[in-house]
């Protein structure tokens, strides 16, 4: 291992040699590049602790799962068709195939956008991992009831369906952005977009057995608070890592990622203390990850003190939306659709309200005399709610034709751990359940009637 060492680390400089040669192409991009990537990557497992901390123990593993999975699933079909449909070509609405399978994706600095001073193959996998945490925000809704084989066949497909067109209306040059739409780092594309889909997912695949007949409390808030953490760590490469370059744009993006969900766990706090008197962890949580999703469509668009206030406004309507879903008959099991659907909405259009060209060197907002930003703000936001809704009710149909959705009521009651995978988070006693079905044993021989022995 020792001759190594020094073969490699000459391959390592005469390649940053060459990096530095390229005036197109920016060592310092790229090394905050590859650690946005990075971060944004870690917010998929930080989202399975986050979301698995929230069910109870017999479904921790499924639930922590379907975040994992999207890493494979995915981020696979991203690689081989996702990317070329999102951010590719000259059309308005879908991208063609010249980067499909990988075609055309190198080490050069050209590709889906001609400006990048970094790797086209690293821009790439940075997009990847956004398509990754959108489709695995979407299991929260259907948590400890869909079947695992059915949700990987339906994250796959709406990675391509959903998720890649809505990235090419906005990010790829689109009809969207070509009406003046602004998303920075994907209060639409993700939070939106994911939002919705859960939203119809709940409804098509309906309520949880026990669901509204007894307690179905968090099993593990530790976990839900360390998911919470890494989420707010990994979100500086979401946010500040969009600037696709290490700049004054990035500095801003990463204050206003502090400063918003700083500001909404404020207002949360007050919230809670006023209606019940106290502040719960998981309510501080929820406060953090919808202040950070409030501030992903501004993030380098807006001055740091309407990033405060940003970060309060949008606490109140997911605040309450959350509280009308908990009497409601709706069974959005984690509460996505009011953490990342209405705060993406309230982020989105607070986005053509504070934003300043002073700011962003862009365009101006509200504020700064031009109020028909929010009109063209909400219509991108009605166009990814049609349009994710129904594509999303086709895909579950379609879905549901090949294989069954929803678990038994059986399944449910014993836990997906063990009826989906076979294991379980937790052993008590001696030994855990065992997986396997009993032999039927065989019914008892009737007696004749009459006659002798």
Same mark, same amino acid.
């Given at each position: 291992m020792k001759n190594l060492r020094l073969p490699l680390f000459v391959l390592g400089l005469l390649g940053g040699l060459a990096l530095a040669e390229d005036p197109a192409m920016s060592a310092a991009d790229t090394a905050w590049m590859l650690v946005a990537t990075g971060l944004v990557l870690l917010m998929t497992p930080a989202l399975a602790f986050f979301y698995g901390g929230l069910v109870r123990s017999k479904n921790v593993l499924n639930t922590m799962m379907m975040s994992f999975s999207a890493l494979g699933f995915v981020?696979?079909?991203?690689?081989?068709?996702?990317? !070329?449909?999102?951010? !590719?070509?000259? &059309?308005?609405?879908? &991208?063609?195939?010249?980067f499909a399978f990988l075609s055309n994706v190198g080490l050069e600095n050209s590709g889906a956008i001609a400006s990048i001073t970094i790797p086209h193959l690293l821009w790439m996998v940075f997009q990847g991992t956004f398509a990754i945490i959108t489709a695995a925000l979407v299991s929260g809704a259907i948590v400890e009831r869909m079947r695992f084989p059915a949700f990987l066949l339906f994250i796959t497909l709406w990675s391509l369906v959903v998720y890649a067109p809505i990235a090419k209306w906005v990010w790829g040059g689109g009809f969207l952005a070509d009406l003046g739409a602004w998303d920075f780092a994907g209060g639409t594309v993700v939070h939106i977009n994911a939002g919705i889909a859960a939203l119809v997912a709940a409804l098509v695949l309906g309520p949880r057995k026990d669901f509204g007949r007894q307690a179905i409390l968090p099993h593990n808030v530790p976990f839900v608070l360390l998911g919470a953490a890494f989420l707010w760590f990994g979100w500086f490469g979401f946010n500040a890592g969009s600037a696709w370059a290490a700049n004054a744009t990035a500095g801003l993006a990463l204050a206003n990622t502090i400063l918003a969900p700083a500001a909404t766990l404020v207002v949360w706090s007050l919230l809670d203390l006023f209606r019940t008197g106290r502040v719960t962890a998981v309510g501080l949580a929820t406060a953090i990850v919808v202040g950070l999703v409030v501030i992903t469509p501004a993030a380098a668009f807006v001055a =740091?003190? *309407?990033?405060?206030?940003? &970060?309060?406004?949008?606490?109140? =309507? !997911? *605040?309450?939306?959350?509280?009308?879903?908990?009497?409601?008959?709706?069974?959005? !099991?984690?509460?996505?659709?009011?953490?990342? &659907?209405?705060?993406?909405?309230?982020?989105?259009?607070?986005?053509g309200v504070f934003a300043q060209e002073s700011v962003n060197g862009l365009f101006n907002g509200l504020i700064a005399g031009n109020p028909a930003q929010v009109l063209i703000q909400a219509f991108a936001v009605l166009i990814a709610v049609v349009y994710s809704a129904g594509m999303t009710f086709l895909l579950l149909k379609l879905v549901g034709l090949l294989t069954?959705?929803?678990a038994s009521p059986k399944e449910?009651?014993?836990?997906m751990d063990v009826t989906q995978h076979g294991e379980e988070a937790y052993t008590s006693g001696e030994g855990a359940i065992l997986v396997r079905s009993e032999a039927p044993k065989p019914s008892a021989q009737p007696k004749p009637v009459g006659g002798t022995d």
């Open positions: 981020g696979v079909a991203w690689a081989l068709l996702g990317y !070329s449909l999102a951010l !590719s070509g000259e &059309g308005n609405f879908i &991208g063609d195939l010249r =740091p003190i *309407y990033a405060l206030a940003m &970060g309060a406004i949008g606490a109140f =309507p !997911s *605040y309450f939306v959350l509280l009308w879903r908990a009497k409601s008959g709706l069974d959005d !099991s984690l509460d996505v659709f009011a953490a990342h &659907g209405v705060a993406g909405m309230a982020g989105a259009v607070l986005t069954a959705l929803k449910e009651g014993l836990g």
